[in-house]
C-alpha cells in the first residue's frame, strides 16, 4: 500500500510539473496566434485601404486631365450650366465628375473617331478616292459629336420609361401606407424598400425625395427637384399634389387615391393605343414579307403545271 501510494504521489507530481511547463506555453501559443491573427488583419486592411487609394488617385489623375483640357480650352462656363446638370440628373448622372465628364467626351470623342477613321482611309481604305475619303472623315467626325448627346438622350428615355411603366404601383403602395396610417415621408420609406428589387430607378428617385423631405427646410423644394429630377409629367402631379396637400389640408389618402387611379387608367389607356395601332404597324411588313410568299404558295403549283404542259 505505501509503495502505490509513492506511486500514486509521484506520478501526480510529473503531472503537476508537466502542466506547470505546458500552460505558460499554451498561453503564449495562444496570445502568439491572436497577435498573428490581429497583424494578419492589419495588413490586409492596409492593403484594401491602399488599393482604395491608388484607385481614387487614379481617378483623381484622370478627373484632373480632364479639367486640364477643359480649362485649356476655356470651357468651364459649361461645367455650370443647369440645364445640362438636370439633363444628367435625368439620366441617372449625378456625380460631381458627370458634368466634366461629358463635357470632356464632347471633345475627346470626335477627336478619336477622326483619328480611327483617318487609320482606316490610310490601310483598309487607300484604294478609294480623296472625295470619298473625306466624307468617311467627315461622316466619322460628325458622329463623334453627336455621339455624347445621343447617349444622354437614350439614357434619358430609358430611365423615364422605367419610372414611368412602375410609378402607378409605387402610388398604390404608397397609398396603402397612408390608410394604414403612416405619414408620407414614412410611406415614401416604405415604398422605397418594396419597389428596389423591381423598380431601382423609381425607388432611387422616391429615395432621394425622401431624404430631402427630411433634411430640407422647405418641402416645396424637395417635390420640386423630384418633378425636374425625372422629367415626367406623372412625377410632377404627385409633387404638386404634395404641394396642395400641405397648402390646403387635403387628406393624403384621398388625393393619392385620385392620382393612383388616373395613373392607372392612363397607363391602360396607352396599352390600348399600342394595341390598337399594331395594325397599321403590321400593314407593310405583310406587304412586303408575307404577301410574295403566298402569291407564291397559292399559284406556285399552278405555273408548275403550266410550265410542264408547255414543254410536252
Given at each position: 500500500?505505501?509503495k502505490?501510494?509513492?506511486?500514486?504521489?509521484?506520478a501526480a507530481?510529473a503531472?503537476g510539473?508537466?502542466?506547470?511547463?505546458?500552460?505558460?506555453?499554451?498561453?503564449?501559443?495562444?496570445?502568439?496566434?491572436?497577435l498573428?491573427?490581429v497583424?494578419?488583419r492589419?495588413?490586409?486592411?492596409?492593403?484594401a485601404?491602399?488599393?482604395?487609394?491608388?484607385?481614387?488617385?487614379?481617378?483623381?489623375?484622370?478627373?484632373?486631365?480632364?479639367?486640364?483640357?477643359?480649362?485649356?480650352?476655356?470651357l468651364?462656363?459649361?461645367?455650370d450650366?443647369?440645364?445640362?446638370?438636370?439633363r444628367?440628373?435625368q439620366a441617372?448622372?449625378?456625380?460631381?465628375s458627370?458634368?466634366?465628364?461629358?463635357?470632356?467626351?464632347?471633345?475627346?470623342?470626335?477627336?478619336?473617331?477622326?483619328?480611327?477613321?483617318?487609320?482606316?482611309?490610310?490601310?483598309?481604305?487607300?484604294?478609294?478616292a480623296l472625295p470619298?475619303?473625306?466624307?468617311i472623315l467627315l461622316?466619322?467626325?460628325?458622329?463623334?459629336?453627336?455621339?455624347p448627346?445621343v447617349?444622354?438622350?437614350?439614357?434619358?428615355q430609358?430611365?423615364q420609361?422605367?419610372?414611368?411603366?412602375?410609378?402607378?404601383d409605387?402610388?398604390?403602395?404608397m397609398?396603402?401606407?397612408?390608410?394604414?396610417?403612416l405619414?408620407?415621408?414614412?410611406?415614401?420609406?416604405?415604398t422605397?424598400?418594396e419597389?428596389m428589387?423591381?423598380?431601382?430607378?423609381?425607388?432611387e428617385?422616391?429615395?432621394?425625395?425622401?431624404?430631402?423631405?427630411?433634411?430640407?427646410?422647405?418641402?416645396?423644394?424637395?417635390?420640386?427637384?423630384?418633378?425636374e429630377?425625372?422629367g415626367?409629367?406623372?412625377?410632377?402631379?404627385?409633387?404638386?399634389?404634395?404641394l396642395?396637400?400641405d397648402?390646403?389640408?387635403?387628406?393624403?389618402?384621398?388625393a393619392?387615391?385620385?392620382?393612383?387611379?388616373?395613373?392607372?387608367e392612363?397607363?391602360?389607356?396607352e396599352?390600348e393605343?399600342?394595341?390598337a395601332?399594331?395594325?397599321?404597324?403590321?400593314?407593310?411588313?405583310?406587304?412586303?414579307?408575307f404577301?410574295?410568299?403566298l402569291?407564291m404558295?397559292?399559284?406556285?403549283?399552278?405555273?408548275?403545271?403550266v410550265?410542264?404542259?408547255?414543254?410536252?
Amino acid at each position: 500500500m505505501l509503495k502505490m501510494a509513492i506511486i500514486f504521489l509521484a506520478a501526480a507530481a510529473a503531472a503537476g510539473s508537466v502542466l506547470a511547463l505546458a500552460l505558460p506555453l499554451m498561453a503564449r501559443s495562444r496570445m502568439a496566434n491572436r497577435l498573428r491573427a490581429v497583424t494578419d488583419r492589419r495588413l490586409e486592411l492596409s492593403r484594401a485601404q491602399r488599393g482604395s487609394l491608388k484607385g481614387r488617385r487614379k481617378g483623381e489623375s484622370r478627373v484632373a486631365l480632364m479639367r486640364a483640357v477643359v480649362s485649356r480650352l476655356k470651357l468651364e462656363a459649361m461645367l455650370d450650366s443647369k440645364q445640362l446638370k438636370a439633363r444628367l440628373a435625368q439620366a441617372g448622372w449625378r456625380s460631381r465628375s458627370a458634368p466634366l465628364t461629358y463635357t470632356f467626351s464632347r471633345i475627346a470623342v470626335p477627336v478619336l473617331f477622326f483619328a480611327v477613321a483617318l487609320s482606316y482611309s490610310a490601310t483598309l481604305f487607300a484604294h478609294l478616292a480623296l472625295p470619298m475619303k473625306l466624307m468617311i472623315l467627315l461622316g466619322a467626325t460628325a458622329a463623334g459629336i453627336y455621339l455624347p448627346s445621343v447617349m444622354v438622350v437614350n439614357a434619358i428615355q430609358k430611365r423615364q420609361h422605367a419610372i414611368g411603366r412602375a410609378f402607378p404601383d409605387a402610388l398604390d403602395l404608397m397609398v396603402i401606407c397612408v390608410d394604414s396610417g403612416l405619414s408620407i415621408d414614412a410611406a415614401i420609406s416604405r415604398t422605397v424598400d418594396e419597389m428596389m428589387p423591381a423598380a431601382p430607378e423609381l425607388a432611387e428617385e422616391l429615395g432621394l425625395t425622401g431624404a430631402e423631405l427630411a433634411f430640407l427646410s422647405d418641402r416645396k423644394q424637395a417635390w420640386a427637384n423630384l418633378a425636374e429630377r425625372t422629367g415626367l409629367a406623372t412625377v410632377k402631379s404627385l409633387a404638386t399634389t404634395m404641394l396642395q396637400t400641405d397648402r390646403y389640408g387635403t387628406p393624403v389618402g384621398q388625393a393619392l387615391r385620385v392620382l393612383a387611379t388616373e395613373n392607372r387608367e392612363g397607363r391602360m389607356a396607352e396599352a390600348e393605343k399600342k394595341a390598337a395601332s399594331l395594325p397599321a404597324k403590321l400593314s407593310v411588313p405583310m406587304i412586303l414579307f408575307f404577301m410574295p410568299v403566298l402569291f407564291m404558295v397559292i399559284t406556285g403549283p399552278a405555273v408548275i403545271q403550266v410550265l410542264a404542259l408547255m414543254k410536252h
